[in-house]
């Protein structure tokens, strides 16, 4: 089935530790986004990417990495820096612009990985 | 830049009553695109319609109606004979850019469905 795949479902983390989240999707997509999500809000974008070995700070990039070696994978890396990083993080992709559908902007999700840091 | 609101938090409604969801959005560009997603108790956000800002053209899908109004800068959302499965946090989103990179989302509205 084609699909996002994030892992794992629940993580928790010491304070002070990094930590990396992972992003698969098998769906050829180029774009890949990351999203945080904290309770009763709405989603706010951390980090995209448009295409391999590029990627663009969303509005909450600080504290967070990320990397795009190859198009199927977007891992985000929470570091130490994040000073409340405990979170609902959500991973979408999308066709994007490089190909001409007329649906190339409809963000499909993961199904999210929820981190604690104690 | 732009912003979306949905200021109804939580709304709780008896199974088969209609319910509607509101949402405003703010943009000074006159091309744009409007989302609905769904988020169930898996997290999973679900995407249900896609508009954009030339096409005012309302949609009905089954039981699931969309209601956009340029005038009032409106894309609300009506759910007909509501269902428990219906029961899950609703986001209106908004983006300008083509390829989806600035998607904003509004704070979501926790809908309740009572059988």
């Known amino acids: 089935d084609g699909g996002i795949t994030q892992s794992p479902k629940y993580l928790f983390r010491k304070e002070g530790q990094n930590v990396t989240l992972s992003c698969e999707q098998n769906l050829n997509h180029d774009a890949m986004y990351w999203y945080r999500q904290d309770p009763g809000q709405g989603l706010r974008l951390i980090y995209y990417?448009?295409?391999?070995?590029?990627?663009q700070k969303g509005d909450i990039a600080e504290g967070y990495s990320v990397s795009r070696e190859k198009k199927e994978s977007f891992p985000l890396t929470v570091t130490s820096a994040q000073k409340n990083p405990t979170a609902f993080y959500l991973c979408?992709?999308?066709?994007?612009?490089?190909?001409?559908?007329?649906?190339?902007?409809?963000?499909?999700f993961g199904p999210g990985t929820r981190l604690t840091v104690l | 830049a732009q912003k979306v609101t949905q200021a109804q938090t939580e709304i709780s409604v008896v199974e088969k009553e209609d319910v509607t969801l509101d949402c405003v959005y703010e943009t000074r560009d006159t091309t744009y695109y409007l989302f609905w997603y769904k988020q169930p108790p898996s997290g999973e956000l679900v995407f249900l319609i896609r508009r954009n800002s030339f096409d005012e053209q309302n949609e009905i899908s089954g039981r699931y109606s969309w209601n956009f109004q340029k005038s009032t800068s409106s894309f609300n959302f009506t759910i007909t004979a509501s269902q428990v499965v219906d029961s899950a946090v609703y986001f209106c989103a908004l983006t300008l850019d083509e390829a989806g990179s600035d998607m904003r989302f509004g704070a979501g509205t926790r809908l309740t469905v009572k059988p």
């Open positions: 990417s448009q295409i391999v070995n590029d990627f």
């Open positions: 979408a992709s999308s066709i994007g612009g490089s190909q001409s559908v007329d649906t190339y902007n409809e963000q499909f």
